[in-house]
C-alpha cells in the first residue's frame, strides 16, 4: 500500500501547492468571518467529491466550522483535526500574499495551519483514490482557535465527535524537524484591574493612591508563582495605566498569561492569582480579576498517547523518514486537550515542517506537504 499512497500524493503535488496559494490568500483571522467561512467552504466541497457528509456549524457573524463524517466497513473511528483561522488581520494578506522563494513558501498561517489542512485533504484524497474506505472517518476544522472559543461552542464539539474514537490526528503546525507532540500545556489569560486614588504629583501626591505602583507589587509577586519543576508559568505580557506623568495613575490593569500541564493545577493557578489580586499593597487600591474561564486544558501525556504516536513513527519508517520522527512536549496550546479529555488518543502537530508561526516570517518546507500527506495517509490506514 505504501508504494500506491505514496504515487498517489506525488501525482497531486502541484494541486497541493495551488490549494495551499488558494487559502492562505484568503484572510481568515477573527476579524473576518466571510473569510473564514470561504475557507471552510473550499474544504468541505473538496471532502463531499470524497463522499463525505458535510456541515457548517459555527456562529454567523462570528466563524463557520466544518464537520464532515463518512462511514467505513469497519468498526473503527478515526478523527482529524485542525482550525482554519490565523491569527493575522484583515489586509495582511494585500500585503504579503502567499509566496515560493526556493524550497520554502511563506504567506499569513501558511504554517499555522493552512498547509495542514492541505496536507489532511490530500492523505484522504489518496486513501479515497485507492479504494480504500476501512474506517469510519471524522473531518472537523474550527474557525475559532486562535482566540480560544469563545463565542462558539466548538470545544463541546470536539468533545462529543472524539468520544469514543480509535484516533485522532491533529494538523497542527508541525515542527521544523519534522516531531510530533503529545503533550501541550493549558492556558487561560485573565486580566487584572486595580483602582486607585487619581491625585497630583506634584501638589497632593499623599491624597493619591497609585494603581501603577499596586500592579507593580502584584506583577512581582506573580512571576514569583512560576514553577518550572511544576509546569506552572505566570508572565505579565501587557500592563497600562495612568494618565499623565504629573497624576498619580487612578487605574491600571495588566493581562497576564498562565500555563500549566495538568488539568487540576489550573484550579490552584486561579486560586493563587485571585489571592495575588486581593492583597492589598497601596492602601485605598481596589483589584478585580476578568477573564478568568481557561482557554485550553493541557493536553496530558497518555499511555494511549504514546502508543498512537509509536504507530505514526512506524509509518515514517516505512517512508524512510530520516531520522525517525520524534515525540515532543510544548508549551503551545492546542484543541487536542479537548479530545484527550474525551478519552480519544491523539497525536498532535501532524501539519507541515517549519518555524515561525504567527509571525511575518512565518514558513513551510515544500517537500514535507507530500512527506507528512503520506505518513498521515499510512497512519490512519495502521490504525
Known sequence: MIDRISKQVDQRNRDMLLLLEKMVNIDSGSDNPDGIEQVAQIIGEKLSEMGFTVEYPGQPGVCTHVLARKAG???????????????????????????????????????????????????????????????????????????????????????????????????????????????????????????????????????????????????????????????????????????????????????????????????KALADLKRVAAKIYVEGTETTVSNEKVRFMPMENTAEGKELFSLVREQGRRLGIVPDIQAISVGGSSDSCWTCLAGAPTVCGMGARGELNHSEREYIYIDSLKERSKLLALSIAAV
Open 73 to 267: 466497513t469497519s468498526g473503527k473511528s478515526i478523527m482529524i483535526i485542525g482550525h482554519t483561522d490565523t491569527v493575522f488581520s484583515k489586509g495582511t494578506v494585500k500585503k504579503r500574499p502567499f509566496t515560493v522563494i526556493g524550497d520554502k513558501a511563506y504567506g499569513p498561517g501558511v504554517l499555522d495551519m493552512k498547509s495542514g489542512i492541505v496536507i489532511a485533504l490530500f492523505a484522504l484524497e489518496a486513501l479515497y483514490q485507492e479504494g480504500w474506505n476501512e474506517k469510519n472517518l471524522t473531518v472537523f476544522f474550527c474557525g475559532d482557535e486562535e482566540d480560544g472559543h469563545p463565542k462558539t461552542n466548538a470545544r463541546e464539539l470536539f468533545m462529543s465527535e472524539a468520544k469514543g474514537k480509535n484516533a485522532v490526528f491533529n494538523m497542527e503546525t508541525g515542527s521544523d524537524s519534522g516531531a510530533v507532540v503529545i503533550a501541550r500545556k493549558g492556558l487561560f489569560a485573565p486580566q487584572i484591574t486595580v483602582r486607585g486614588k487619581a491625585a497630583h504629583a506634584g501638589k497632593d501626591p499623599q491624597k493619591g493612591a497609585s494603581a501603577i505602583l499596586e500592579l507593580a507589587y502584584k506583577t512581582t509577586e506573580l512571576h514569583k508563582l512560576t514553577d518550572y519543576e511544576e509546569g506552572i508559568t505566570y508572565n505579565v505580557g501587557v500592563v497600562n495605566g495612568g494618565t499623565a506623568s504629573n497624576v498619580v495613575a487612578g487605574e491600571a490593569y495588566a493581562k497576564v498569561d498562565i500555563r500549566f500541564v495538568k488539568q487540576e493545577q489550573y484550579e
